[in-house]
């Protein structure tokens, strides 16, 4: 069935360092993947997303690009900042059913002054 | 435009009781799904509704249930309690549902069992 695997955390890095969290999935069909970020004691945020193949999605420093050749949808900001902490999840929107997301294990990021 | 709305925000049940969780979607949305959310599984899908009918289930006992109203709001119900139901629960909205659409999520209810 359809999956989503990316890089266990946490993630520690100090502010103004390049981030990159690594996100590959396994699906059938064509699905759209996301990026959704959560902070403590909140819902999820969608950060962005992307629908189709070499789509490149983006949104307050970050982006991530579809690749479907190596079935990876990996999030790179260049320069976090301490506001950035928080946990981050990769989803992809099951091809067989509606509105059904599957999301990767999520990947806690520290950032230090 | 008011975002997704969860009622109550924390809930303290013992084992065996039941339990009702609410939500209202953002206005002009149709589609609401349930997703639980553990340290141990991470995010499951429970449902999703679509105009008042369950569109999608995902692999939760018969105990988690749901519904939806006509004006979109939604409602699950989780049914004699276990230990392991605690979680936090989040309910998301979107248009119609499309795979391409993005979901609206809302704070969550947390839910402790005891």
């Known amino acids: 069935g359809d999956s989503v695997t990316q890089m266990e955390g946490p993630v520690t890095l100090s502010e103004e360092a390049f981030l990159t969290i690594n996100c590959t999935y396994t699906a059938t069909g064509y699905p759209s993947l996301f990026w959704y970020v959560q902070y403590p004691g909140e819902g999820l945020q969608l950060l962005l997303k992307a629908t189709k193949a070499d789509d490149k999605g983006s949104n307050k420093g970050f982006e991530a690009t579809y690749r479907k050749e190596t079935t990876s949808f990996h999030l790179e900001k260049g320069s976090v900042q301490v506001s950035d902490s928080a946990v981050y999840f990769c989803?992809?929107?099951?091809?067989?059913?509606?509105?059904?997301?599957?999301f990767g294990a999520g990947t806690r990021l520290a950032v230090h002054p | 435009k008011a975002g997704v709305t969860q009622t109550p925000r924390y809930l303290i049940k013992t084992r065996g009781q039941q339990v009702t969780l609410s939500c209202s979607p953002i206005s002009g949305h149709r589609s609401v799904s349930w997703y639980q959310q553990t340290p141990g599984q991470g995010l499951q899908f429970l449902f999703e509704?679509?105009?008042?009918?369950?569109?999608n289930k995902g692999n939760f006992p018969g105990r988690f249930s749901g519904r939806q109203f006509s004006n979109s709001r939604s409602e699950m119900n989780v049914s004699t309690l276990e230990l392991g139901d605690s979680a936090l629960y989040l309910c998301?909205?979107?248009?119609?549902?499309?795979?391409?659409?993005?979901?609206?999520f809302g704070p969550g209810t947390r839910l402790l069992v005891l």
């Open positions: 998301a909205s979107s248009l119609t549902g499309g795979p391409q659409e993005t979901q609206y």
């Open positions: 989803a992809l929107s099951y091809s067989g059913g509606y509105n059904k997301l599957i």
């Open positions: 509704y679509f105009s008042e009918t369950q569109r």
